[in-house]
């Protein structure tokens, strides 16, 4: 249960969050680049229609069949997932959490004590939970990267949960 991370205090939800099934999702980043990057917001609906309409138009260029490029492809992803440094954006549970409107904090607390932070650069924060392949263990389970990555070089470490004030 040590790895278990739980968000609780002033919402309407208390949940917990298991970084080991992170490497699964589809809003993890690739921390090698995503400092580097010009970060865009994106509409979730947008996107999701940009994606759609790339898998249609490479079904009406290449047909429905599988070529061997796809089979390249998931190796690629796959040998990707296996050796990447990962995180994923805190945003979308702290909103599954639901603060109550009077929220504005939110404090971190982690073996090493707290840190107390606005819901808002929480709400930019991303949460590291791989390092080259392998899950954070000796000072993890999960690292905590403000979003404009002004602090990269020394996240957040060895975080127990996330308390909304």
Not at 115 to 122: F, G, K, N, P, T
Not at 136 to 165: M, R, T, V
Request: charged share 30%.
């Amino acid at each position: 249960m040590e790895n278990i991370i739980s968000i609780s205090g002033n919402v309407k939800f208390p949940i917990t969050l298991d970084p080991g099934v992170w490497i699964f999702d589809d809003r993890r980043v690739d921390l090698n680049t995503y400092f580097d990057e010009a970060i865009e917001k994106t509409d979730a609906l947008e996107e999701y229609t940009k994606s759609i309409s790339k898998h249609w138009d490479r079904e009406i260029m290449e047909g429905a069949i599988y070529p061997p490029t796809l089979k390249s492809e998931k190796k690629f992803e796959k040998e990707k997932v296996l050796t990447g440094t990962f995180g994923i954006p805190l945003a979308p549970f702290i909103k599954n959490a639901e603060p109550y409107e009077d929220a504005s904090s939110v404090i971190i607390i982690s073996r090493n004590g707290e840190e107390q932070v606005s819901l808002e650069d929480a709400m930019g924060m991303i949460l590291g939970f791989s390092k080259e392949g392998k899950p954070l263990k000796e000072d993890g389970p999960i690292h905590a990267y403000f979003g404009d990555g002004s602090n990269s070089n020394s996240p957040f470490k060895n975080i127990s949960s996330f308390q909304i004030k």
